[in-house]
């Protein structure tokens, strides 16, 4: 049993749909359906009564409800003492940044701050972009950096998140080289030979990335999943090994770009992505009733923020 199928629970019991509560735990409602349903095969029996509208919860349900507000409750309390023990808590910065940009730009961003900014120590929770807004939500991280597109936009409310742009960062379709120098499989393909297409998990936000893509591309390119993973390193690693073509933001492939062991794989527009900085503003309460003692206002990232805001915000 995961603690996020007990969140999932509790929202759905207070806002009695499964659409609103998918919409505000940043998820798809099938996925979130899904959650429940393997909450309620953990538990042996029915928590939601589903031929109801609005949603009810079954005396089962009710029964757990209760008992979840409180694990959940216990739990945060117990974190929040935990983090107290650790002497130098004042003095780190939790990031929740997705996988891909935890292994490509934070890196190289961090190295640049130490010549800006200062030296800090960092602590960094490397997840999908899901879990990693529902760290900024539950006020269990400091910092959050995600990508942001349009098309695929975070729920995050003006109102209670301050936002910086960190930059732009382009995602294309690369492929392995052939001796001659050009690309082993190049877009658009045909239909009676689709080329093999390395992709990401249903729901991973850069395959949503790239369903858009697609979508927009003036030809239509014919492709034929054959291996998929929720990071860009994995698809990286297979586009490298020459099993097929894969859609990778910049930074990911920068380096193998230049060294002529990836190629672009044709004329399929690039799409373009912000890098973004969150922040809970300060003296606002975490979105989750059972957080408790959120450090997201300490004074180094205070500090940290306020640089960046001066650096990134164009003078009046």
């Known amino acids: 049993?995961?603690?996020?199928?007990?969140?999932?629970?509790?929202?759905?019991?207070?806002?009695?749909?499964?659409?609103?509560?998918?919409?505000?735990?940043?998820?798809?409602q099938p996925a979130f359906s899904r959650r429940i349903?393997?909450?309620?095969?953990?538990?042996?029996t029915d928590l939601v009564d589903r031929?109801?509208?609005?949603?009810?919860?079954?005396?089962?349900?009710?029964?757990?409800?209760?008992?979840?507000?409180d694990m959940l409750q216990a739990l945060q309390a117990t974190r929040a003492m935990l983090r107290t023990h650790h002497a130098s808590a004042q003095d780190v910065i939790e990031f929740a940044v997705p996988h891909t940009l935890a292994f490509t730009f934070f890196p190289s961003w961090v190295s640049m701050l130490g010549q800006s900014f200062r030296s800090f120590n960092s602590r960094l929770i490397a997840l999908n972009v899901h879990d990693a807004v529902m760290r900024m939500t539950?006020?269990?991280?400091?910092?959050?950096?995600?990508?942001?597109?349009?098309?695929?936009?975070?729920?995050?409310?003006?109102?209670?998140?301050d936002m910086l742009v960190l930059g732009t960062e382009a995602l294309y379709?690369?492929?392995?080289?052939?001796?001659?120098?050009?690309?082993?499989?190049?877009l658009p393909g045909n239909a009676k030979k689709p080329l093999p297409?390395?992709?990401?998990?249903?729901?991973?936000?850069?395959?949503?990335?790239?369903?858009?893509?697609?979508?927009?591309?003036?030809e239509v390119a014919h492709l034929?999943?054959?291996?998929?993973?929720?990071?860009?390193?994995?698809?990286?690693?297979?586009?490298?090994?020459?099993?097929?073509?894969?859609?990778?933001?910049?930074?990911?492939?920068?380096?193998?770009?230049?060294?002529?062991?990836?190629?672009?794989?044709?004329?399929?527009?690039?799409?373009?992505?912000?890098?973004?900085?969150?922040?809970?503003?300060?003296?606002v309460e975490a979105v989750s009733e059972a957080a408790v003692g959120n450090d997201s206002d300490k004074g180094l990232a205070r500090s940290l923020w306020r640089h960046l805001h001066a650096s990134l915000t164009p003078s009046a």
């Not at 269990?140 to 936009?153: R, T």
């Not at 297409?197 to 591309?217: F, I, M, N």
């Not at 690693?237 to 060294?259: K, N, Y």
């Open 1 to 28: 049993m995961e603690t996020k199928w007990l969140e999932d629970f509790v929202s759905l019991a207070q806002t009695r749909s499964f659409s609103r509560s998918a919409q505000l735990r940043h998820v798809t």
């Open 37 to 44: 349903q393997a909450l309620e095969a953990w538990a042996g």
């Open 51 to 69: 031929s109801s509208y609005p949603t009810r919860l079954t005396p089962a349900g009710k029964t757990l409800l209760d008992q979840a507000v």
């Open 138 to 161: 539950e006020g269990s991280c400091d910092l959050l950096m995600i990508y942001h597109h349009p098309s695929q936009p975070v729920a995050l409310s003006a109102e209670r998140y």
């Open 173 to 186: 379709a690369v492929s392995k080289p052939k001796p001659d120098g050009t690309a082993m499989y190049a």
């Open 197 to 218: 297409y390395l992709g990401y998990s249903a729901g991973a936000y850069l395959g949503r990335a790239v369903d858009h893509l697609l979508k927009q591309s003036v």
């Open 224 to 283: 034929e999943r054959v291996y998929e993973t929720d990071m860009a390193e994995g698809l990286r690693a297979m586009a490298l090994e020459g099993h097929g073509i894969a859609f990778l933001p910049d930074s990911a492939v920068r380096t193998d770009m230049a060294a002529g062991r990836l190629v672009s794989a044709g004329q399929t527009p690039s799409l373009s992505m912000e890098i973004r900085l969150y922040r809970q503003k300060p003296g």
